[in-house]
């Protein structure tokens, strides 16, 4: 798109047939694009090679709406578990009674809303299967952020990626 103006400012008027810039100023023009494209060749490159859209867009942006719908119970200060209702960022935790995985979680997830401004709430994936089948969450533990779902048991240090990106 910078080309494709920069080239109309550059080039002849379509109307007067003549130029905006003189000979010198479209050299001096020339010379400054160049060395910016050299130092930073990147936009060109995307330009030509843009990113092949997602065969799964279609289900990211359902998951995406449900996720909105889901929001503010989802994460209702009021029902915090874990960390400040106050906190800037948040989390859902979905969980079963007899899960291993789920205790990890929650001693994991306190630990990052001490250093990370986090609060969790917390929801049983049984009791909550209504709201759980609606976001489509089907496992325990499910970590459920307000532009994700993260599936399994999963390592603080991923849960902490997505948190602070």
């Known amino acids: 798109m910078v080309l494709a103006w920069t080239a109309l400012l550059a080039g002849p008027s379509f109307a007067q047939g003549g130029s905006l810039f003189d000979e010198r100023e479209r050299a001096a023009l020339g010379h400054e694009l160049r060395a910016a494209l050299l130092a930073d060749p990147e ?19 359902r998951d995406l709406v449900q996720l909105s719908a889901a929001a503010g119970e989802l994460f209702d200060p009021a029902a915090t578990e874990i960390g400040s209702p106050e906190a800037e960022k948040v989390l859902a935790l979905f969980v079963r009674p007899s899960c291993a995985g789920c205790e990890r979680a929650r001693a994991d997830l306190a630990a990052l809303a001490e250093r990370l401004d986090l609060r969790v709430t917390v929801f049983d994936l049984d009791q909550d299967a209504a709201l759980a089948e609606r976001i489509g969450v089907d496992m325990a533990p499910s970590y459920v952020l307000p532009r994700m779902i993260v599936r399994g048991d999963v390592p603080a240090a991923v849960i902490e990626k997505y948190l602070t990106r």
């Open 43 to 61: 936009p060109v490159w995307q330009a030509f090679n843009p990113p092949a859209p997602s065969p799964y867009q279609d289900d990211i942006d």
